[in-house]
């Protein structure tokens, strides 16, 4: 959970560029020329171009500028951030949307007992997610397929975490998305993914917390395949807040 610094991402008009960049073939390499990307963006060549000196900017491309255009590829970053996207339109036109994630269970630096202790997250944890978690988390690298689905987290409703300060130094914003974890046909529903604003750990490791030590939950030891199953929830203190406001409305 701890901070690192991180680019800003890039803005709506830049993300319509690069999916106009990944329709045309982009996901591998294709060749753009930056007035026909104006044309397909209603916008001009100068603009076309600075879009995409944006999205290379923020790593969501890779350029390679010859005599008659450019040769353009979509990295990784750039894929996740298409994938949130779809996921934002999947909520919108599907029910009971649920993100199925593999990988297999592996040690962490430690960190984790670290963070979840602290008074400024441990209070939120409680209040929020309706339990106060085990001091730890149960680290688990991602296979490749679901580093690249990562990225359909960012439409999927999550519990905020807020970000807070004590005397020494300010302590990073996370989200915590609800999980059901399964390993060899057990099942442990009460479980977060949480994922801080900046962090140092790459999109190929995610980091759970539950009431429970999770490897003794479930009998888990490093190398052990596990599916964490992604769905929609929301903040245990927030069916009040809500009536509240229902109320206010009437």
């Known amino acids: 959970m701890a ?4 680019t800003a991402d890039p803005d709506p008009a ?13 996901l591998t390499e294709t060749k753009v020329s930056c007035a026909a990307l104006g044309d397909r963006l209603d916008a001009s060549t100068q603009t ?9 900017s923020a790593g969501y491309i890779e350029r390679d500028v010859v005599g008659d ?8 970053a750039g894929e996740a951030a298409l994938r ?3 996921a934002d339109y999947r909520r919108l036109f599907e029910t009971d ?37 085990f001091p730890g988390t149960l680290n688990v690298d991602l296979s490749e397929e679901s580093v690249r689905r990562r990225g359909e987290m960012a439409g999927i409703d999550a519990v905020p975490i807020d970000a807070w300060e004590d005397e020494d130094r300010t302590y990073g914003a996370a989200s915590c998305y609800g999980v059901t974890l399964v390993a060899d046909g057990e099942r442990y529903e009460e479980v977060h993914a949480i994922v ?3 962090t140092h750990h790459d999109d190929d490791q995610l980091e759970l917390i539950a009431p429970e030590r999770l490897r003794d939950a479930l009998d888990l030891a490093d190398g052990d395949a596990v599916e964490v ?5 929301s903040r245990a203190d927030a069916p009040e807040n809500e009536a509240e406001m229902e109320t206010e409305v009437a």
């Open 196 to 198: 801080p604003d900046r």
């Open 3 to 6: 901070e690192a610094t991180s």
């Open 229 to 233: 199953r992604v769905a929609a929830t």
């Open 69 to 76: 255009g450019q040769w353009v590829r979509v990295t990784d």
């Open 84 to 86: 949130a996207e779809y």
């Open 14 to 26: 830049a993300i319509a560029a690069l999916k106009h960049v990944g329709l045309v073939g982009g």
């Open 97 to 133: 949307v649920e993100l199925v994630l593999r990988g297999a269970v592996t040690g962490g630096m430690g960190e984790g007992r670290h963070y979840i202790t602290l008074p400024g997250y441990a209070e939120q944890f409680r209040t929020r997610l309706g339990y106060e978690p």
């Open 48 to 56: 076309a171009s600075r879009r995409l000196q944006t999205l290379e």
